[in-house]
């Protein structure tokens, strides 16, 4: 088949598996450039583990520490007329290349919200590992089924209070326009933290406790964004901001149960980067094409897994005390967030129209980011040629 992409919204429906391979390998190749990590986690457990920065903190712990990885992830395989999720072929193409390596590496594909994939992974820790001591927490999922009470819960991107108006981009065509966002009720703001906040992590983490399965000295992170001053009303006081707050509460409860033991838990807080969920939110693009021209004239910029090298080699296995601030968060955003950054960013915010967008922006880069996440606009890859869209994934047959 030739697979092209095809744009739906916020998402491409299509991913191309060959494009997709030569994006892990890419990350791959990046953290083999690499120094290794002073001390390293042996057995690790990733929840969300296809994409964005739940892959990129796999393909790091693999191949910066050595460290055998269980992922978990909701991905669909390809059928005769579809092709497969891109989380499904970049898992497919690390487990490969994983595999070719001399790594242990195995996945379970299901809803990480259910007690089913729950037990599944217990099982497997005991029967492969015995015991985790690094679980990376990285889902984003628009909904959650609970698994008591089989409630569906359904996030929403609102504002609190009032309608929120400001620029946003459709990154596609360019075109600058104004948004207006209705605010959230406080059955979206509830629905929100059901599903983005740390409920399921902390689930997670007493089964594992439970099942003897979590070392003495484990660690555990999530991930979250605080973003700038110009994104706050969307994100960080927004539907999402309370979900976050809560992940945050989660990682201090767990912390104090944890560090009894040797371990600890925290938020990382990380950079604005083109993911499948970021590219949902509005006026976050735009922030985000601004700050790519800024950062990356500066040299600073980073993807998903320099930042994730970054947070393992230069924060957590150093074999020193994890530096955090006084809310328990790790801050990889600290190039982002650089004062003179968000000063370039809030200047060129106010002149920015789609006249000027090109010249203003990196809009294309971020567009690009885009059609990379699904395997399109990679180098080297041949989109006229026909591909085999129907790909494994090593250990699940």
């Given at each position: ?24 390998a ?19 457990l990733v929840?969300?583990?296809s ?5 990129a ?17 909701f ?44 037990k599944?992974?217990?099982?497997l ?22 698994p008591?009470?089989?409630?569906t ?7 609190l ?16 326009s ?22 399921d ?11 003897n ?43 104090e ?12 807080v ?19 094409s601004?700050?790519f ?45 650089q ?59």
């Amino acid at each position: 088949m030739i697979v092209e992409p095809k744009v739906r919204g916020f998402i491409c429906t299509t991913a191309h598996p060959i494009g997709c391979f030569h994006n892990v390998a890419a990350q791959i190749n990046y953290i083999k450039s690499q120094p290794r990590l002073l001390r390293a986690p042996k057995n690790v457990l990733v929840i969300g583990a296809s994409t964005g920065y739940g892959l990129a903190s796999r393909i790091a712990a693999t191949y910066a520490g050595g460290a055998k990885t269980i992922g978990v992830f909701f991905e669909k395989p390809a059928t005769d007329k579809r092709t497969a999720t891109a989380g499904w072929y970049n898992s497919a193409a690390f487990e490969k290349m994983a595999h070719a390596d001399g790594y242990y590496a195995k996945s379970i594909n299901g809803d990480a919200f259910s007690d089913d994939v729950k037990k599944q992974v217990i099982e497997l820790i005991k029967s492969d590992f015995g015991k985790v001591d690094l679980i990376v927490y990285s889902l984003a999922s628009p909904r959650r089924t609970h698994p008591v009470s089989g409630e569906t819960f359904h996030s929403t991107l609102k504002p609190l209070g009032e309608i929120y108006r400001n620029k946003t981009v459709d990154p596609l065509t360019g075109v600058v326009s104004e948004v207006a966002i209705e605010p959230a009720n406080a059955e979206d703001v509830a629905h929100t933290v059901a599903v983005m906040g740390g409920d399921d992590w902390q689930l997670w983490m007493d089964l594992l406790k439970k099942e003897n399965v979590l070392a003495d000295d484990a660690i555990t992170f999530a991930y979250s964004y605080v973003g700038p001053e110009l994104t706050h009303a969307i994100y960080k006081n927004g539907t999402i901001g309370n979900a976050k707050d809560h992940l945050l509460s989660t990682a201090q409860v767990l912390n104090e149960t944890l560090r009894q033991s040797g371990g600890r838990a925290f938020v990382s807080v990380n950079k604005a980067l083109v993911t499948q969920a970021s590219s949902a939110i509005p006026v976050v693009p735009l922030y985000m094409s601004i700050l790519f021209k800024i950062m990356k004239a500066k040299k600073t910029h980073e993807g998903c897994i320099e930042q994730l090298y970054r947070l393992l080699h230069d924060f957590v296995y150093t074999g020193k005390e994890i530096p955090v601030d006084d809310e328990q968060r790790v801050r990889i955003d600290d190039l982002e967030m650089q004062p003179d950054v968000q000063h370039a960013v809030e200047e060129i915010w106010h002149k920015i129209t789609t006249g000027n967008i090109n010249d203003l922006s990196d809009i294309a880069g971020y567009r690009h980011d885009f059609y990379r996440l699904f395997g399109f606009e990679v180098d080297g890859v041949d989109y006229q040629k026909d591909v085999n869209i129907d790909v494994k994934i090593d250990s699940m047959g």
